[in-house]
T-cell receptor
């Protein structure tokens, strides 16, 4: 099946630093990638939709300058949490859909971010 | 606006019992997709099934079966003879199916049902 990877799987950082999370589709080309945030025992909240070669589309309430998304190729999207604060601590999950079959999203393993 | 409701927050069963996870959805779209995902303790979401709104046939895959009823806007998931490895959070989700729509591909998730299967 389709494989999506994320790196790092876990990161601890100091307040005020920036953290970059990578999302890669390993065996298919993904025109569209999505970034989600999940708090403990809660559902996934879509943060933004990332299309290769264009600016990301952010959901209402998500700060564009806080969560920088870059989708430079058909297999890689990055999410940078800038000037991270403890309230940014969360589980961040990306997903990707096939270029030729956008109906189904395949999810990465997620990145646990802890900001001290 | 789309909405997915999973009324069962937590379900606890004993191994070998059958269990049904409920999912009710709301959408104004005439064409849409419904999904079920499994999220084990590791956190990674595992795709289980996708169903097109035009296809109301029930589906069975091993111990898993899905009952899609458009009349009641429900897409329930049944695990037969549950096993400890089935313990996870299960999410039902909905997405618009029209490629020209602005929300195409975006998933709306339910709140999830925590399933615990005891040995």
């Amino acid at each position: 099946g389709a494989v999506v990877s994320q790196h790092p799987s876990r990161v601890i950082c100091k307040s005020g630093t920036s953290v970059k999370i990578e999302c890669r589709s390993l065996d298919f080309q993904a025109t569209t990638m999505f970034w989600y945030r999940q708090f403990p025992k809660q559902s996934l909240m879509l943060m933004a939709t990332s299309n290769e070669g264009s600016k990301a589309t952010y959901e209402q309430g998500v700060e564009k300058d806080k969560f920088l998304i870059n989708h430079a190729s058909l297999t890689l999207s990055t999410l940078t949490v800038t000037s991270a604060h403890p309230e940014d601590s969360s589980f961040y999950i990306c997903s990707a859909s096939h270029r030729d079959s956008r109906e189904t999203q395949y999810f990465g393993p997620g990145t646990r971010l802890l900001v001290l | 606006a789309q909405k997915v409701t999973q009324a069962q927050t937590e379900i606890s069963v004993v191994e070998k019992e059958d269990v049904t996870l409920d999912c009710v959805y709301e959408t104004r779209d005439t064409t849409y997709y419904l999904f079920w995902y499994k999220q084990p303790p590791s956190g990674e979401l595992v795709f289980l099934i996708r169903r097109n709104s035009f296809d109301e046939q029930n589906e069975i895959s091993g111990r898993y079966s899905w009952n899609f009823q458009k009349s009641t806007s429900s897409f329930n998931f049944t695990i037969t003879a549950s096993q400890v490895v089935d313990s996870a959070v299960y999410f039902c989700a909905l997405s618009e199916a029209w490629a020209g729509g602005t929300s195409y591909g975006k998933l709306t998730f339910g709140q999830g049902t925590i399933l615990t299967v005891h040995p």
